[in-house]
């Protein structure tokens, strides 16, 4: 129980506030905006957190949606973004979240130098302490890029998905032909 006390003084907060920008909207709605504050062990789990709470939130509704997590303004893209339905969502997620973590990693030197600790895969920067900016915006840059293709990958795996009959029939032929011919090895193999 002493450990899980010793946590909580390290927990990372974020705030989120969702609004129809009424300079942008069309349909003129004025929509209360809605402010909740988000707890996780990381900063990186409390701004998914804060995401996900905006894709329940945001619905048709509104129509130039203006979302701030932890005090970055998501561009008009990313913010209509939430508008989608949940599955599509839920593959531009990490977009999002990964542009929302480099923005954040400029807030402040510690923010910088954890940033580029997380995202770190190779261990280029283990030994050294400080970072330069054009550091973190190098690898702002590559872990988005890393984000975008991952993305880019799971799209194109789903349209690739949709098998065509004659071709899912051919898969069931092979697999039927594969089969009896392990029958008849294991079979061959017995008798002999």
């Known amino acids: 129980m002493t450990a899980y006390i010793l946590n909580l003084k390290y927990m990372q907060k974020v705030s989120i506030v969702i609004e129809n920008d009424l300079s942008k909207s069309k349909t003129q709605t004025y929509i209360a905006p809605i402010t909740e504050v988000f707890e996780a062990d990381t900063l990186k789990k409390a701004v998914g957190n804060a995401m996900l709470f905006a894709g329940r939130t945001i619905t048709p509704q509104y129509d130039a949606p203006k979302v701030t997590i932890a005090d970055v303004v998501l561009t008009d893209a990313h913010a209509k973004k939430f ?30 130098v954890q940033y580029i600790r997380d995202t770190d895969r190779n261990g280029v920067f283990k030994n050294q302490k400080t970072f330069s900016n054009e550091q973190i915006a190098a690898q702002a840059k590559e872990q988005l890029r890393l984000t975008r293709d991952l993305t880019r990958w799971v799209k194109e795996d789903a349209k690739d998905s949709v098998v065509p009959e004659n071709v899912s029939q051919r898969r069931a032929q092979l697999a039927e032909s594969a089969k009896a011919k392990r029958i008849a090895a294991k079979t061959q193999a017995l008798i002999s």
């Open 83 to 112: 508008k989608l339905n949940f599955w599509d969502f839920q593959v531009e997620f990490g977009n999002i979240r990964e542009g929302i973590m480099a923005q954040l990693a400029f807030t402040s030197d510690e923010a910088g």
